[in-house]
């Protein structure tokens, strides 16, 4: 009875969830202080001379945040003109103008001495809400620092912070790659012909760590996420090391160690390097795929113990271990590739259902598991910095290619990525490593 | 000289039946020496001295086939269920013959490696084909074959045999492969 019960759950959950995989808007709770229930405010982000892939880039930043209906206008040269806007220094705001068009907010970017002013205009009140400057560096720089101004935008408009300030890391053809959150500016990390894994990002973004795999052996390469000096994590130099993820404080890295006896998770001081300390005891089944908690207490992996790989939780020392994700023995699919979101409150990973993984999320505290993809092939999930966008690996499209599911809306879009891709890692939000005016 | 005459004719005629066609003209009739009369007391040394040559030659020819087929039985692959790591009972008897083979070439090494299909998530394939190659481990280690002989390595699904993306495929691809690693040379069949 109760398990025709929980397949009866299961099913429903399934069938309302299903419909959260489309670009329909939700019409369910919004967070943010301008949300109105189903609706996202219209946003225009006016144009303007000058700095044109900056205003591109926050535009489409804005965009993938998905916190915005975004209004689209052609050329506003000619109706930027005055008409009861305010009266700023970036010239006049024709507030009715674009109220008319659906927007409630407007976002005018200008050039100021070596970057960009942004200003975010509040069409109801009629009045500008923020405006902050910011440099530009030139280089690599640049693109970061363009995104953090749109990050900087959403918060002003939608109360919560984008991810747009982020970068992924993933695999294709056995390569680490770099990108930004928009998918621009890739770059590889390792060198071709080797084969690389389940790379991970240390919560500063400034180190990486992945599976260095050789003839079926591997460690787990510590390196700097621009390259340069890597070691191996301490207790991965012999047999399979695979999956590997950063404590929050940075400190210590937890991976799988595979040998003869099975796998099983261990943990390393990555700072001093040294201390690799066993967590699991398998006795020949497999414990993988640590991720930490946000406040560091707590790792969730995966376990073969009771059959099929399943998705358990322990403290981070290794006591207290159980299960996470409910599951019925023999009816459910394998989970696999867990990711706990940033505000400690959900963990995404991927569950078999009818012979294809799909993306799941496990609510910590109320251990309800809910469906959030169904169309193809999706695993691997990783959570982005605001805690609304989870990153995954889609064959629909044809091959292996990185997507995005916004889970309040149920927006998916495509990253851009080239060839085969992926085990997608999302950083945090990188900070600056120097601080910016705010003027 | 009748006698063999006609015996040369029945064995004409029995090859041309069992040619089963006309006889050639132009073919000569076997030679009937050695169905006509015993052999008239052939030089005893240089008979004897041929036959230990091919004697020696089909020993070593089957000493070379044996050895190959025990090379093979050592090399014998041996195939898993989706999402198992449990020794079928099909392929038991598989192993049994390299555990006979290890028995009887105690310096002979092997590797075992694990191999997953590309359904599952690529990760837990790295530890599941981990757990393939340990269980064949455990497998000869409880026929009495020494740990210290036998290597386990893990590829996952990064080296599919077979690209296809259907069952048979699949089936190819889940698997231990074993590769000798040293004491290769000179391997003797088990008793």
Redesign the interface.
């Known amino acids: 009875m109760i398990r025709y019960l929980f397949l009866f759950l299961s099913f429903t959950a399934a069938r309302t969830l299903r419909a959260q995989d489309t670009t329909r808007v939700d019409q369910g709770v919004r967070v943010g202080v301008d949300y109105r229930p189903g609706v996202r405010p219209g946003l225009v982000v006016l144009p303007g001379p000058g700095i044109d892939s900056a205003r591109a880039m926050i535009r489409r930043d804005l965009d993938y945040s998905d916190r915005f209906e975004m209004i689209t206008v052609a050329d506003a040269s000619a109706l930027s003109t005055a008409g009861g806007g305010a009266q700023e220094e970036g010239g006049p705001v024709n507030y009715a103008l674009y109220k008319g068009l659906g927007a409630e907010f407007a976002v005018e970017l200008s050039e100021a001495a070596g970057g960009v002013t942004a200003r975010l205009h509040d069409l109801n009140a009629g009045r500008l809400r923020n405006q902050q400057t910011v440099p530009l560096p030139a280089g690599s720089d640049f693109r970061l620092e363009v995104h953090r101004l749109a990050d900087e935008i959403t918060r002003w408009a939608s109360g919560t912070v984008g991810a747009a300030s982020s970068r992924m890391l993933f695999v294709s053809g056995g390569r680490v790659y770099r990108a930004d959150s928009d998918g621009h500016d890739l770059t590889p990390l390792t060198p071709a012909g080797q084969t690389a894994l389940s790379p991970a990002w240390s919560p500063d973004g400034q180190r990486i760590a992945f599976t260095q795999l050789g003839e079926g052996r591997g460690g787990v390469v510590v390196q700097a996420h621009s390259g340069g000096a890597a070691f191996l994590a301490p207790g991965s130099q012999t047999a399979l090391n695979i999956t590997p993820a950063f404590s929050p404080d940075g400190r210590t890295l937890a991976y799988a160690h595979s040998d003869e006896r099975g796998t099983d998770i261990y943990i390393a001081n990555v700072i001093e390097r040294c201390c690799a300390q066993r967590l699991t005891v398998g006795r020949y089944a497999d414990n993988l795929s640590p991720t930490f908690s946000p406040d560091g207490r707590r790792i969730a992996f995966i376990s073969t113990r009771a059959g099929p790989p399943q998705l358990y939780v322990m403290a981070a020392d290794g006591t207290d271990q159980e299960l996470l994700a409910p599951f019925d023995y023999g009816a459910t699919g394998s989970s696999n590739a867990p990711d706990w979101s940033p505000d400690g409150a959900n963990v995404v990973f991927h569950r078999e259902v009818s012979g294809s993984p799909q993306i799941f999320l496990v609510d910590v505290s109320g251990r309800r598991v809910r469906q959030l993809t169904s169309s193809g092939r999706n695993e691997d999930p990783t959570w982005a910095p605001d805690g609304r966008h989870v990153a995954f690996v889609s064959d629909r499209s044809g091959r292996r290619q990185i997507w995005i599911v916004d889970i309040e809306t149920g927006r998916v879009r495509q990253l851009a990525t080239p060839g085969a891709t992926r085990l997608p890692s999302w950083s945090r939000r990188l900070g600056r490593t120097t601080p910016v005016p705010n003027p | 000289m009748r006698a063999p005459s006609l015996l040369m004719l029945f064995a004409a005629a029995a090859f041309a039946v069992a040619c089963g066609g006309s006889p050639a003209p132009e073919e000569p009739a076997p030679e009937p020496t050695p169905i006509a009369e015993p052999a008239p007391a052939p030089e005893p040394v240089d008979d004897s001295a041929e036959r230990e040559r091919m004697e020696r030659e089909r020993m070593a020819r089957e000493a070379e086939e044996r050895s190959r087929a025990v090379a093979a039985d050592l090399a014998a692959m041996i195939n898993f269920d989706y ?1 198992q790591a449990t020794v079928r009972q099909a392929d038991q008897a598989t192993l049994d013959r390299k555990a006979a083979i290890l028995q009887a070439n105690p310096n002979v090494k092997l ?1 075992i ?1 694990g191999h997953a299909d590309e ?6 394939n ?3 084909a ?2 393939r ?2 269980a064949a ?2 497998y000869l280690e409880n026929k009495g074959i020494d ?1 210290s002989r036998l290597e ?4 996952g699904e ?1 080296r599919p045999l077979n690209p296809g993306t259907d069952e048979a495929a699949y089936a190819q691809n889940r698997r231990d492969e074993f590769e000798v690693t040293s004491g290769g040379d000179n391997i003797v069949a088990p008793q």
């Open positions: 999402d590797r490696s359904r599952g998530s690529d990760e837990y790295l530890a599941l981990n757990r190659a340990a481990k455990r740990g386990v390595i893990s590829y990064e």
